[in-house]
């Protein structure tokens, strides 16, 4: 009876370790994707209320085993959606909350795709703590750091799936933008 109660817990342990869903896991894809961000605003001012967007992104597909070729199109990626992750870069701990944008097209193996004037982030969001702090009506500085500026660094990872139905996830790419009044 006592091997049967320590079994029990030990097998539930196991199933709940293998388990996994996690779709921003490690992808079974045979290519991965880079991120290439191309003419990306460095200073936003918070007081025109309009959305950050990134002039040009480049996507390039990699085929993983180097000597692998696709003729019948089956690792060509469609994609879905990509997520924006934000980070302070100034000390403060304030942050916004990541974003999820969807994104259409394909990126064929070994090629690429240009993506233009896509959003990192909404003009709500540049009206929202922490940056509303820096309104000059609401005295324009951060009240975390007393600088009158807010220093962001942000992740951009994209998610698609191949023809074939593998999940991919990109490369992140991660650059930093600072709010001015």
Same mark, same amino acid.
């Given at each position: 009876?006592?091997?049967?109660?320590?079994?029990?817990?030990?097998?539930?342990?196991?199933?709940?370790?293998? %388990?996994?869903?996690?779709?921003?896991?490690?992808?079974?894809?045979?290519?991965?994707?880079?991120?290439?961000? @191309?003419?990306?605003?460095?200073?936003?001012?918070?007081?025109?209320?309009?959305?950050?967007?990134?002039? #040009?992104?480049?996507? =390039?597909?990699?085929?993983?085993?180097?000597?692998?070729?696709?003729?019948? /199109?089956?690792?060509?990626?469609?994609?879905?959606?990509?997520?924006?992750?934000?980070?302070?870069?100034?000390? /403060? @701990?304030?942050?916004?909350?990541? #974003?999820?944008? %969807?994104?259409?097209?394909?990126?064929?193996?070994?090629?690429?795709?240009? =993506?233009?004037?896509?959003?990192?982030?909404?003009?709500?969001?540049?009206?929202?703590?922490?940056?509303?702090?820096?309104?000059?009506?609401?005295?324009?500085?951060?009240?975390?750091?007393? =600088?009158?500026?807010?220093?962001?660094?942000?992740?951009?990872?994209?998610?698609?799936?191949?023809?074939?139905?593998?999940?991919?996830?990109? #490369?992140?790419?991660?650059?930093?933008?600072?709010?001015?009044?």
């Amino acid at each position: 009876m006592k091997t049967r109660i320590f079994l029990l817990p030990a097998l539930l342990l196991a199933a709940g370790l293998t %388990a996994c869903t996690n779709k921003a896991g490690t992808s079974e894809s045979p290519v991965t994707i880079t991120v290439n961000l @191309k003419n990306q605003p460095l200073v936003v001012n918070v007081s025109a209320n309009a959305p950050v967007q990134i002039q #040009e992104i480049d996507l =390039l597909s990699h085929l993983k085993n180097a000597n692998a070729t696709d003729p019948q /199109g089956f690792a060509t990626v469609q994609l879905s959606y990509y997520t924006v992750v934000y980070s302070r870069r100034d000390g /403060g @701990k304030m942050i916004p909350a990541p #974003e999820t944008f %969807a994104v259409g097209g394909t990126i064929p193996a070994g090629g690429n795709a240009t =993506l233009n004037n896509y959003p990192v982030m909404l003009a709500s969001a540049t009206q929202q703590s922490p940056f509303d702090q820096l309104l000059p009506f609401n005295g324009g500085i951060d009240q975390e750091t007393g =600088l009158n500026e807010i220093q962001i660094f942000y992740s951009l990872t994209f998610f698609g799936t191949t023809v074939s139905g593998q999940r991919v996830q990109s #490369e992140s790419a991660i650059s930093e933008l600072i709010f001015q009044p």
